[in-house]
Structure formats: C-alpha cells, structure tokens
C-alpha cells in the first residue's frame, strides 16, 4: 500500500523506510551532514573533544622527573633576593597536599587545553580541504587525502618558512596516504 510521500512496496527513499515528517527530517539531516560545512565542523568537534582527552592523559604522565613548580617561588624569573628565588625550585613534595593537586589540575587543564585546540584545528582544517578537494575533482579517492594532507601539512608549518611548509606537506601527505590506504583495505570476513 502506498501513502503519500512512499514510493514503491516498502517506503521511500530513506534506508528505514520513513515518510513523511520524519523522513523529511532524516533527509534534511543526511543532506546536512553530507555539507563540506558539517564535515568541518564534526571533524573539528571531535579532533578537539580527543584532543582534550589525550592531553588530559599526557599531562597526568608529566609528573615523574624532575618535581618542581613553574611559576611557584623559586621558579625563574623571580625576584632575585627573595627567599626561594632564582636557582632554587620549589619541590613540588614540600607544598601542601591541597597546593600540590590544585597545582597538577591546573597544569593538566592548561596542556588539556591547548592539545584540545590543537587536535581541533587540524581535524577541521584537515576535513574542510579534503571536503573541497573532493568537490572540485567529484571523485572519492585515495588522491583527496594526500592533497588534503600536503595541504594542511604545508599551512600548518608555514610560519617555519618554505622548507618547513614542504617537510609538512610531505610528512601530512604520507601519513594521509597511509592511513587512507589501511581504511580502503577489503577487510577479512572470518
């Protein structure tokens, strides 16, 4: 039986047969996460969102060698003549156990932070151009990564100078290339 907005025996054009409302919106959202735009920006979301997460974890490894504060008395750069001053850092064992958490939560918010940016900003640019290229060429092929990657490679080390942006662009291609050619293997069906 067909109703209005079903063709054919089972449903529409949707994989799970929805018409109506609901497939209208299912639709709109397919479209919309299909867009150059949303691809940027889930990329960016996520590289950010485990970007946090890995900095988090790599911050909490930074404690074993050697215990000191930066920026707590006797850190460099304070005044000289004072207890505590130039030369002599603080252990971060003799502060109090409160100083002493508050001291490596604020640090691991800080590194948390930044690689969270880090991450966010290459997963978009890194996207956004492959998304484009992808566009312009109208083909799905290993060819769209490793320009994306020469690409975002070559933006990201551009203050470094032309040498630097080449190095990036050929380090960022290969390992595109790499990982591209691992996610299109056939995969064993054991």
């Given at each position: 039986?067909?109703?209005?907005?079903?063709?054919?025996?089972?449903?529409?054009?949707?994989?799970?047969?929805g018409?109506?409302?609901?497939?209208?919106?299912?639709?709109?959202?397919?479209n919309?996460?299909?867009?150059?735009?949303?691809?940027?920006?889930?990329?960016?979301?996520?590289?950010?969102?485990l970007?946090?997460?890995f900095?988090?974890?790599?911050?909490?490894m930074?404690?074993?060698?050697?215990?000191?504060?930066?920026?707590?008395?006797?850190?460099?750069?304070?005044?000289?003549?004072?207890?505590g001053?130039?030369?002599?850092?603080?252990?971060?064992?003799?502060l109090?156990?409160?100083?002493?958490?508050?001291?490596?939560?604020?640090?691991?918010?800080?590194?948390?932070?930044?690689?969270?940016?880090?991450?966010?900003?290459?997963?978009?640019?890194?996207?956004g151009?492959?998304c484009?290229?992808?566009?312009?060429?109208?083909?799905?092929?290993?060819?769209?990564?490793?320009?994306?990657?020469?690409?975002?490679?070559a933006i990201?080390?551009?203050?470094?100078g032309?040498?630097a942006?080449?190095?990036?662009?050929a380090?960022?291609?290969a390992?595109?290339a790499?990982?591209?050619?691992w996610?299109?293997m056939?995969?064993?069906?054991?």
């Amino acid at each position: 039986m067909n109703f209005p907005g079903m063709s054919g025996a089972g449903g529409g054009g949707l994989p799970f047969g929805g018409g109506g409302q609901a497939g209208a919106g299912a639709g709109g959202l397919t479209n919309a996460m299909e867009s150059c735009y949303a691809k940027t920006v889930m990329s960016g979301g996520a590289g950010f969102a485990l970007g946090g997460l890995f900095g988090m974890f790599m911050a909490s490894m930074a404690y074993d060698t050697p215990f000191h504060t930066p920026g707590m008395p006797g850190a460099p750069g304070t005044a000289p003549g004072l207890p505590g001053s130039a030369g002599a850092a603080t252990p971060i064992s003799s502060l109090p156990l409160r100083k002493q958490l508050a001291h490596g939560f604020k640090d691991m918010g800080a590194r948390s932070w930044s690689t969270a940016k880090n991450f966010g900003a290459v997963g978009a640019l890194f996207s956004g151009i492959e998304c484009g290229i992808e566009g312009l060429r109208a083909k799905n092929d290993i060819g769209n990564g490793v320009a994306a990657g020469c690409m975002t490679g070559a933006i990201l080390a551009r203050n470094g100078g032309p040498q630097a942006a080449a190095v990036g662009c050929a380090g960022f291609a290969a390992f595109s290339a790499a990982i591209d050619a691992w996610m299109r293997m056939p995969k064993d069906e054991d």
